[in-house]
């Protein structure tokens, strides 16, 4: 008897979702378009809440994250946060 593999969906570069051997290292919030760490303490309180649980995805990598079109958190990624503000006002 084999042992079934387990799969993760995870969200690509394109924004399309694909199944994935690997489990995914950030975590993001379809309809904000946010992704920050999985052990985000902003993130984790809203998700013990009971919300936002239905519009999460994952991401194999925070380049890919991006690349979909997400922006950093500012609770969990403060530093990438302020850069991608001060990106988004000086454009």
Not at 18 to 44: E, F, N, Q, T
Request: charged share 25%.
């Amino acid at each position: 008897m084999s042992a079934a593999t387990r799969t993760y969906t995870l969200v690509g570069a394109d924004g399309r979702s694909y199944r994935s051997a690997v489990k995914g290292r950030w975590g993001g919030h379809r309809g904000s378009k946010i992704y920050g760490r999985l052990d985000c303490p902003s993130a984790l309180r809203v998700i013990a809440r009971g919300g936002y649980v239905k519009h999460r995805v994952f991401f194999a990598d925070e380049a890919t994250a991006v690349a979909a079109g997400f922006r950093p958190c500012g609770a969990c990624c403060k530093d990438r946060y302020q850069d991608w503000k001060n990106a988004r006002e000086n454009s």
